[in-house]
């Protein structure tokens, strides 16, 4: 059964603060990897993509991939109260035509 | 910026009923999914859709569900005797490459079965 784990949190910073999230797979074979943010009652919503080993940075986000760990973290800079949700780690898993999500962790950000 | 769109945003139907759900994905994309996600719990995969059949599906997408493109534009979901388990937020999602750019997903339909 191919994995994707993330811890549930929830994890409380305060506004701009650095917010860490972690994620690990079980799926070696897994070459696209995913970060989603989703609001209470909306749908997943597409934060970034990483493929290669190293750091990738978008805005306030950055994406940082292990593939020898079979890890993923985000860092979201300077966090503000809007960017309080739930984020999903999710992975392409080798073969290509299935993506699975992590459980998901909730990030808050206190004003 | 182009959006998937999913009719209806809810819907209620009764054991054993068939429902169909609704998709319309983003026009120039090629790779067609449906997800779940049971209240609390994490978004699971149902199946994915490439060039008019099924590329991928889980267990979970026995026989009572189907996919089906039936025009150019539209991606339906039926599901054939409802359950009460099968209460849930279907989410349609599409993607260009199916593979490095990610998912697009609809805001999704809540179904519940009573």
């Known amino acids: 059964q191919k994995e994707v784990e993330q811890n549930s949190g929830p994890l409380s910073v305060p506004e701009g603060a650095i917010a860490s999230l972690n994620c690990t797979y079980s799926?070696?074979?897994?070459?696209?990897f995913f970060w989603y943010r989703q609001y209470s009652g909306k749908s997943p919503e597409l934060i970034m993509s990483?493929?290669?080993?190293g750091d990738k940075e978008d805005g306030r986000f950055t994406a940082q991939l292990n593939k020898a760990s079979q890890y993923v973290s985000l860092l979201i800079r300077d966090s503000q109260p809007s960017d309080s949700a739930t984020y999903l780690c999710?992975?392409?898993?080798?073969?290509?035509?299935?993506?699975?999500f992590g459980a998901g962790t909730r990030l808050f950000v206190k004003a | 910026e182009p959006e998937v769109t999913q009719t209806p945003s809810h819907q209620v139907t009764q054991m054993g009923q068939e429902v169909i759900l609704r998709c319309v994905p983003i026009?120039?994309?090629?790779?067609f999914y449906w997800y779940r996600q049971i209240l609390g719990q994490k978004v699971e995969f149902l199946v994915s859709?490439?060039?008019?059949?099924?590329?991928?599906k889980s267990e979970i997408f026995d026989d009572q569900f189907s996919v089906e493109r039936p025009d150019g534009s539209n991606f339906t979901l039926k599901i054939r005797s409802t359950k009460l388990e099968d209460s849930a937020m279907y989410f349609c999602?599409?993607?260009?490459?199916?593979?490095?750019?990610?998912?697009?997903f609809g805001s999704g339909t809540r179904l519940t079965v009573v």
């Open positions: 999602a599409s993607s260009r490459d199916g593979f490095r750019e990610g998912y697009t």
């Open positions: 799926d070696r074979g897994s070459q696209s």
């Open positions: 990483i493929y290669s080993n």
């Open positions: 999710a992975v392409n898993t080798a073969g290509g035509f299935k993506t699975i």
């Open positions: 026009s120039n994309h090629l790779y």
């Open positions: 859709f490439y060039n008019n059949e099924i590329s991928e």
